[in-house]
């Protein structure tokens, strides 16, 4: 008889016991971020892999020591009000990404946590945090 994932008993180490809990851009969202000073490691390349899947919309660096995400503003005045926007929610959380604006509309936000030198948990709770900010009408 074939057991139903509902009433089947986890156990540690057996299968369904592994991403029991997968991280999504809710709980990212419902999180807040960690003050980091150091001291604390970076997330493995495969725990980063692991939590791209919840902001498909952003790049995870070769190195995978940042994350980023780029995008065309519909001009110098709306992409100035985004880093605007993006700098309330950053000091909400004390955790701060870079932002470039060249080319008078191409806004690239880039996240990384630089008490530690590559990434925390912090920087994907912001860019999920950010992205719904992206989707709206920034004026
Ligand atoms: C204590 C507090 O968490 C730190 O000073 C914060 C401020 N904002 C920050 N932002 C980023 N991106 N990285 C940091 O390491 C960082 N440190």
Redesign the pocket.
């Known amino acids: 008889m074939t057991m139903s994932k509902s009433n089947r008993t986890d156990s540690p180490g057996s299968d369904s016991q592994e991403n029991a809990n997968p991280e999504n851009a809710d709980t990212l969202r419902a999180a807040k971020c960690v003050?980091?000073?150091g001291g604390v490691p970076t997330l493995s390349r495969d725990e980063a892999t692991e939590l791209m899947k919840a902001i498909p919309d952003w790049e995870l660096a070769a190195d995978a020591k940042r994350i980023s995400r780029t995008l065309k503003c519909r001009n110098f005045v709306d992409a100035v009000a985004r880093i605007n926007q993006i700098s309330v929610l950053a000091e909400e959380e004390?955790?701060?990404?870079d932002l470039h604006l060249t080319g008078y509309r191409m806004l690239k936000i880039e996240?990384?946590?630089?008490?530690?030198g590559g990434l925390s948990r912090n920087d994907f709770v912001v860019a999920a945090k950010i992205d719904p900010l992206l989707s709206q009408p920034s004026v």
Not at 94 to 97: I, M, N, S, V, Y
Not at 111 to 116: E, G, M, P, R, S
């Open positions: 003050p980091c000073e004390q955790h701060h990404p996240l990384t946590t630089h008490a530690i």
